[in-house]
């Protein structure tokens, strides 16, 4: 069997590179390791667990990996519906649960989970805790129980002329120095109306600063349009509201809204699962 030089050459460097980088450190004392690699990222933790076995252990030990939770999760798991079992696991299992398996806060309206590149906060902001417009009124809005969505309900648009739904979150709640953008998560049942043609607004702002740009979309645009909206691995739908940058505005809120109130065409058939505010990356 043939061996592409190129490669044997790459094969080669790599496991150089990983003698030279595991010599130098091993020089060094366990906790000036463990340091060494917490100012790291996940991603490069579990790589450096690779290069021997005194270095797996100290690259999954707690020291390394409490450094890449926030620093309030144990007051974030405490006031979750989670059970206080999960504060006992090894702190690298503690951080790979919480990116995998979201958990529910602030009495089961919010859903919180981490981006598993960089420990980063991820929040949606269920339908329970939005500012929804004639939400409590039964012949315009009714609450109903999805299997596929993580809250207990989901609010279903039964009949309204104007459409307004809002919500904010303060900035201390969410990863400092970080851009987020917000996602309204949404889903549209067979006999919808009043979607197709209308648009409806997006905006999304840091309270005290000038407004954000604000956007029209169509949620459900005829097929010879493109689609806006992007399906999610849940399966329901997510459409981008805005970004915004949380800096270190600990006392102020971002706040988001969704309206169309131009006219007064009925409109049915939405359901809305929450806003999820995540760490945006751009490409």
Request: glycine content about 4%; aromatic content about 8%.
């Amino acid at each position: 069997m043939l061996i592409n030089s190129t490669q044997l050459c790459q094969n080669t460097r790599t496991n150089h590179i990983k003698h030279i980088v595991s010599s130098s450190l091993n020089s060094l004392p366990d906790d000036c390791i463990s340091l060494i690699i917490s100012l790291t990222s996940p991603r490069d933790a579990c790589r450096m667990a690779l290069l021997s076995h005194a270095f797996n252990s100290i690259a999954d030990s707690n020291a390394v990996w409490q450094m890449f939770l926030p620093l309030d999760y144990i007051h974030i798991i405490s006031n979750s519906s989670s059970p206080p079992s999960l504060l006992s696991l090894p702190k690298k299992d503690l951080y790979i649960s919480l990116c995998y398996h979201p958990i529910l806060t602030h009495n089961g309206d919010m859903k919180f989970q981490l981006e598993k590149e960089n420990g980063k906060k991820w929040y949606m902001v269920g339908a329970k805790a939005l500012s929804i417009q004639w939400v409590d009124t039964p012949r315009h809005w009714t609450w109903i129980s999805l299997p596929d969505s993580r809250f207990c309900r989901v609010a279903k648009l039964k009949n309204v002329g104007r459409l307004e739904i809002k919500g904010k979150v303060k900035l201390s709640t969410l990863s400092s120095n970080t851009n987020y953008a917000a996602y309204f998560v949404f889903k549209l049942v067979r006999d919808r109306y009043g979607f197709r043609h209308t648009p409806v607004e997006l905006d999304v702002s840091i309270e005290g600063t000038a407004a954000g740009e604000v956007h029209s979309v169509i949620l459900d645009p005829p097929r010879n349009m493109p689609q806006q909206a992007k399906e999610r691995a849940d399966g329901w739908l997510e459409i981008e509201m805005g970004e915004f940058f949380n800096g270190f505005e600990d006392d102020k809120t971002v706040e988001f809204s969704l309206r169309e109130d131009h006219d007064d065409q009925p409109k049915r058939g939405l359901i809305v699962q929450g806003i999820e505010l995540r760490p945006k990356h751009n490409r």
